[in-house]
Structure formats: structure tokens, C-alpha cells
């Protein structure tokens, strides 16, 4: 604030530029100057499948088109990028830029909706600071060859517009958050199927606010009434509109209407069979569909199923998901390990998972010093948050109180699907940077001060 030694908002444009100067080096360090359809994780294959002139599908493993294997959204911008000349490092600083600067501008519209104060300012502060000091953070936002180098910002963004809805008075427009919250919703399922859970529940709460505007709309003049609900009706709209066009998709090219991937059950066996209580959180789940018979012989595990000796790669999808289910009614008490394995990795690791190999002492340091940094700024805020409940007991707040919220987004909608599946490193960053943002956006409602009760910005970005 004007006046004062400390000045948080110049402080958070900072840190949020130096955060996007750190990923930009790494990815001038890091990223080659290839052709997007070299992009690994089987990314590559369906940017070459768009850019042949086969719409969207890949060539898989085994020499058969497959249509549903990976979601589009990665995909759809290597393929962007690449129709203008541009390689896997431009894609990468153009990701860069435009998930740091729609991170800063829906931040900005956050903190000015709940009152601006220094105190919350500051409390961001300290959250992105922490986020520029933890290596990882700028690693996995410089890549663009896994989904989570877009889901470390765009997730934190959609929390932020979630809680905005729900913690914000009912006389408050919301247009700008409820479009904002729809086209988010959308973006995010296109990115990776396995936040299914966390969109959901997003969803749900985007209806359920837009229902209190149709029945409340009386609160605000009728012009912005009217204009509203058309901000709602648009919300859900652009809310449903990726979930129909991947189902007219995979419905189209395979003939089955599916919400997720043909990888889905893939990823679900990885986390749930025997041969993971041998192998993770050492090594890698991959060894079990790429290890050589060398290295399965000396895990002492067995091989995957072959892709090969199915039809289509839907019929290895629903195989492998019944090999997991096997699993957990076979060996229930297995699969209770097995999730107190992933659980712990989740909530208390801050080794790189999978541990091997263990030759990348640099990367094995940062790591680690990036998760000690994340974990202990959670306690802090969490400390704050509870300080601010015991203030709030006492006091008439102009905001909904949005701590149930946070509660099930977080352990309904991000947690579970790493425990049924997996969590690596760069899984429970995300969920690490999510849960700062929560809580901080949780703080801030919380602390907004009865002076923010009146008009306010109407959109986020």
C-alpha cells in the first residue's frame, strides 16, 4: 500500500515474474528446440496424427490407430504451435506466459473482490515467495510434454474462482467468476482425465451458485440480474462443452461414449496390483508395461499385459481396470497397504518419486529442498487459518464461509484419485501448490473486511 515500507502487491508481481523467469530459463536449459511431435508421454503421436492430416488419433505401440489414449488439450497446443513453425520450447515458453499471467490477473481480481488488505497481501506474498524458492515449481511449469505442467497454475486458478463464487456476499456480481469458472472447468478436463472427481464437484458448486443467483436475483437491479443469469447459463454451458466433445469424439471414431481415456485403465492398474507393493515408491510403475526381463527378474514382478493381444484399446482399457478391481476384492489387505504407501507419499515425501535411479543427486537436492519449502509453508498457513477461525467465532463476516469447501474439493476432488492411482513427484507438487492456494484463498475470504461489502469488479480477468 502507498505509504507503507512494505509494498505486497509490488512484492507479488515480482516474485510471480521471477517465478516465469525461472521457467523460462529452464526451459531454454531444458527444453529441445525438436519438433512437437516429439513430445513424449504420447503426446507426440497425436500432434503427428493432426498434423498428417488424420484428425485426432496416434498411431499406437503396436502399429493400431488409437482415438482416446491421451486427452487433447496438451495436444491441441504442441499442435498450434507447431502449425506456425514453432518447436517444444516455444510451446513452452508460450504456456509459461500465459498460465503466469492468467494466474496474476485472476490473484489481482481475488484479493481486490475481498477487501485488498495488506495483511492478505502479505500472506500471498509469502506464498508465492515460496513457490519461486522450490526448484520444482519452475520445473514442472517450464514443461510441456506431461499434463502437469499445465495443471500446477491452471488448477490453482480454478480454486481460486471457486471459492471467489462461494465465499463472495449474495448482492455481489459475479458474471466475470462465473464464466471464468465454466471455461476453466472445461480446460481442465481437456488436460487429463483423472482431475474427473475434483471437476465434478466444481461443477456441482458452479450450479449450485448459479441456482442461488435464479432464485436471489431479486438482490440486484434487473438489468444486472438479467445480465447474470445469462452469466450463469454461459458458465455451464462452457462447463459442459468439453465433456460433449470428447464423448462425440471417442463415440464418433470407436463407437463408445466415454467421459475419460483408454489410458484410465492403465494408470488404475499401476496403482492397484501386487507387483506395485514390490516396486513403488522406488521405482517406477512404467517398469511393469516397458521393463526389460533383466530388470522384472531382479524385482521379482511379472510383466503387464500385452496390448498387443488385444483388438482395440478400449478392450485393454476395461481388461486392466478388472485386473485392478481383482486386486482389491481378492486382497483387500494388500490394497490397504498399498494405499498407505500412496498416502504417505502424498503427505509426507519430499524424496523425488520414484527414488530411482538414484544418480541425479542435483535434482535429487532439489527436490527435496522443494518439498521441505511447500511442506512447511502448509503448516504455517494452516496455523493461520485456524488463528482466523477462532477471530471469526466472534465476529459478523461479509462472506460465506468457504472452509467446507476447501475441505471437499481437496480430499474429494484431488486426493482420492492419487490414492486409487498413483502419485509421483510431480502429482503431489500440484496438489501441494493447490493446497497453498486454497488455504490462502480460504484466508483471504475469511479476512475480508466488512468495508468490501459493496460494489466490487465484476469479472476476474
Not at 519430499?350 to 518439498?371: E, G, I, K, M, W
Request: proline share 5%; aromatic share 8%.
Amino acid at each position: 500500500m502507498t505509504g507503507t515500507r512494505f509494498a505486497p502487491a509490488s512484492v507479488q508481481r515480482a516474485l510471480l515474474v521471477l517465478l516465469l523467469l525461472e521457467a523460462l530459463a529452464l526451459a531454454f536449459m531444458r527444453i529441445p528446440t525438436a519438433s512437437v511431435t516429439e513430445a513424449g508421454f504420447g503426446f507426440g503421436p497425436y500432434v503427428e496424427g493432426m498434423m498428417g492430416g488424420h484428425g485426432y488419433s496416434a498411431v499406437g505401440d503396436c502399429g493400431q490407430r488409437e482415438w482416446a489414449t491421451r486427452m487433447p488439450l496438451v495436444p491441441w497446443l504442441l499442435f498450434a504451435v507447431g502449425a506456425l513453425g514453432g518447436s517444444l520450447r516455444s510451446a513452452s515458453v508460450l504456456k509459461s506466459l500465459v498460465l503466469v499471467g492468467v494466474f496474476a490477473l485472476t490473484l489481482s481480481r481475488f484479493q481486490r473482490w475481498f477487501g485488498d488488505d495488506t495483511r492478505s497481501r502479505q500472506t500471498w506474498a509469502a506464498i508465492l515467495a515460496s513457490w519461486a524458492a522450490m526448484p520444482a515449481v519452475a520445473k514442472h511449469l517450464s514443461e510441456v510434454s506431461y499434463e502437469e505442467g499445465c495443471a500446477i497454475l491452471l488448477v490453482p486458478t480454478l480454486l481460486l474462482c471457486l471459492v471467489a463464487l462461494w465465499a463472495a456476499p449474495a448482492h455481489r456480481r459475479l458474471d466475470g467468476w462465473l464464466v471464468t469458472t465454466g471455461a476453466l472447468l472445461t480446460a481442465l478436463y481437456l488436460l487429463k482425465s483423472s482431475y474427473l472427481p475434483f471437476i465434478f464437484i466444481g461443477f456441482c458448486l458452479l450450479c449450485g451458485r448459479v441456482f442461488s443467483i435464479e432464485r436471489g436475483a431479486g438482490a440486484l437491479q434487473r438489468g444486472a440480474g438479467a445480465l447474470q443469469r445469462s452469466a450463469g447459463a454461459l458458465a455451464v454451458t462452457l462447463a459442459l462443452l468439453g465433456p460433449a466433445l470428447w464423448i462425440a469424439h471417442t463415440h464418433g471414431k470407436t463407437g463408445q461414449a466415454r467421459l475419460g481415456t483408454s489410458f484410465d485403465g492403465a494408470n488404475l492398474y499401476r496403482g492397484m496390483n501386487r507387483q506395485a507393493l514390490l516396486v513403488y515408491p522406488e521405482h517406477s510403475l512404467d517398469v511393469l508395461f516397458t521393463g526389460t526381463s533383466d530388470l522384472l527378474q531382479a524385482l521379482g514382478i511379472r510383466r503387464a499385459p500385452d496390448r498387443c493381444s488385444f483388438r482395440d484399446e478400449w478392450a485393454y482399457d476395461a481388461h486392466l481396470r478388472e485386473e485392478a478391481s481383482r486386486f482389491v476384492w481378492d486382497a483387500p489387505g494388500e490394497a490397504a497397504r498399498l494405499a498407505l504407501r500412496k498416502l504417505w507419499v502424498v503427505a509426507f515425501e519430499v524424496r523425488p518419486v520414484p527414488h530411482q535411479p538414484a544418480d541425479r543427486r542435483t535434482a535429487f537436492v532439489l527436490n527435496s529442498a522443494s518439498f521441505v519449502i511447500g511442506r512447511a509453508m502448509l503448516v504455517v498457513l494452516t496455523l493461520l487459518l485456524l488463528r482466523k477461525l477462532r477471530c471469526r467465532a466472534s465476529e459478523r463476516r461479509p462472506v460465506r464461509d468457504p472452509t467446507g469447501l476447501a475441505v471437499v474439493l481437496l480430499a474429494a476432488g484431488l486426493v482420492v484419485p492419487l490414492l486409487l492411482g498413483f502419485a509421483y513427484d510431480r502429482h503431489t507438487l500440484v496438489l501441494l501448490v493447490s493446497l497453498m492456494t486454497l488455504l490462502g484463498a480460504v484466508h483471504s475470504a475469511l479476512g475480508a473486511r466488512t468495508s468490501a461489502a459493496g460494489p466490487g469488479p465484476a469479472s476476474p480477468v
